[in-house]
């Protein structure tokens, strides 16, 4: 038999569900192992929270055709066939800024977490994370989290214990993008930023792209961590 086509569209009929949301979660997956891909598809499309709107096998097909599907979650294997999933997200997160990245790998080793969140992954789960738990990550990062194992976040919190400190960089920020970056630290999502600063979307965005820049930084992770070790 042959692979199946790179891309999966998936299109549900829009409908309340049993969380309440009137939209579900649109989520794609970029996996190269064919029965994973096609076992957290299944689970995704199962779950009237959830729509699946593309299923990729590899990087390079994601970053030609993921942008026009508007995905919410990025679900990314890190060990792919040509480009990696690492060098994927940070390609992606700079199109796609308010895509919430989730690494799905069967490594445990510091750098590549790492190296995962200074790209601009929310997450990093084990590949023998159950479907059922990989729902959950999905709804706890578009809520502002960032699920990983205990293991995994005490390796976050050693790596940049040890980092060194910041520099001025700093105090180029204005003191509008000190605001913004400073509810980005407590852990409010992007939404609730704007709310709470009672800005647009867009300026948010804007606040954000600035920041990243000022900062050098690719990722919110990377930015939180300048801004705590000031």
Avoid at 54 to 65: F, N, V
Avoid at 80 to 107: H, I, N, S, W
Avoid at 168 to 185: C, F, I, M, N
């Amino acid at each position: 038999m042959g692979l199946p086509p790179m891309l999966i569209q998936f299109k549900i009929k829009r409908m309340n569900n049993p969380s309440g949301n009137v939209h579900p979660i649109r989520v794609a997956m970029i996996e190269d192992d064919e029965e994973i891909r096609f076992t957290l598809g299944d689970a995704i499309s199962a779950d009237r929270d959830f729509c699946l709107v593309g299923s990729y096998r590899d990087a390079e097909s994601a970053l030609k055709s993921l942008p026009e599907t508007k995905p919410c979650v990025v679900l990314m294997d890190i060990n792919l066939p040509g480009m990696d999933g690492v060098q994927c997200v940070r390609r992606l997160k700079a199109a796609m800024p308010d895509v919430e990245f989730l690494m799905l790998t069967v490594y445990q080793d510091s750098t590549r977490l790492i190296q995962s969140l200074m790209a601009g992954a929310s997450g990093y789960l084990l590949k023998r994370t159950s479907p059922e738990k990989l729902l959950l990550a999905i709804r706890e990062v578009c809520s502002g989290g960032a699920p990983m194992t205990p293991g995994m976040a005490r390796r976050v919190v050693q790596h940049f214990q040890q980092a060194p400190a910041p520099t001025s960089e700093l105090a180029r920020l204005t003191p509008r993008e000190k605001d913004v970056l400073d509810q980005l630290t407590r852990g409010f999502c992007y939404k609730e930023v704007a709310d709470n600063l009672h800005i647009g979307t867009g300026t948010l965005q804007t606040h954000v792209h600035n920041i990243y820049e000022k900062l050098r930084v690719h990722s919110r992770t990377e930015a939180v961590v300048k801004y705590l070790n000031r």
